[in-house]
């Protein structure tokens, strides 16, 4: 469990206690039950994840929204979106292994998840990732009730797949925005584990290259 659940949830069960004894018993219930709904919400499972060479996994629990190409600096692109409502993990977890190479905290709105307008005018936290095949991006993005978004990591450290990197905190949004020629495995309506689902597979860099696409190491000179 994440450690705010612990917090929440404590405060919630010590509030109960308190109005049941000053009062009557029966005012501690919605105290109690909101500490059940918060040691809940901030659960944190254990996953299997994928070991497949250039395998691209979900960074957090929830619903295919979208899949899209979109120009990244320039350069075409694939989006794929993934809505997270209020009873998804919220824990989120890096793509692929790699370094960090950018965080940028971006202000903006808290427009609904699940509207197109929210990947650029929502508030949203933008990680870019350079692994050994070549750079990903993903975006963690409030939504309607998200009011905080946690990014544990700092430029330079090196993260696994599947590493848990982060949190954003009740409904919200995660975009994955990769190489145009990745091989997609995901199709919008389905549904994803956080670390477990693969969304794609990234070609190899002579592939790439052979293509004319820029390696991510020559794209980061």
Not at 33 to 62: C, N, T
Not at 191 to 212: H, Y
């Amino acid at each position: 469990m994440v450690r705010d659940g612990y917090l929440y949830g404590g405060a919630f069960i010590a509030a109960g206690l308190l109005l049941g004894r000053l009062t009557h018993p029966l005012w501690a219930v919605l105290p109690f039950l909101l500490a059940f709904f918060f040691l809940w919400f901030f659960r944190d499972p254990e996953r299997d994840i994928p070991q497949q060479p250039g395998a691209v996994v979900s960074p957090a629990d929830g619903k295919v929204t979208d899949v899209s190409p979109v120009s990244d600096g320039g350069e075409k692109r694939t989006r794929i979106s993934i809505f997270l409502s209020v009873f998804d993990v919220h824990v989120n977890r890096s793509p692929i292994a790699g370094t960090i190479r950018d965080v940028r905290y971006q202000r903006g709105k808290f427009l609904d998840a699940r509207s197109p307008l929210c990947a650029e005018q929502n508030e949203q936290n933008i990680v870019t990732v350079e692994g050994d095949r070549q750079t990903v991006v993903f975006k963690q993005i409030a939504g309607l009730l998200a009011r905080r978004i946690v990014f544990y990591p700092k430029v330079g450290d090196r993260v696994a797949r599947g590493q848990r990197v982060g949190l954003i905190k009740f409904g919200s949004r995660v975009d994955v925005v990769l190489d145009i020629n990745a091989n997609l495995s995901v199709k919008v309506g389905d549904r994803v584990q956080g670390g477990a689902s693969i969304l794609a597979f990234l070609p190899p860099s002579g592939e790439l290259a052979a293509v004319g696409s820029t390696p991510a190491s020559e794209r980061a000179r």
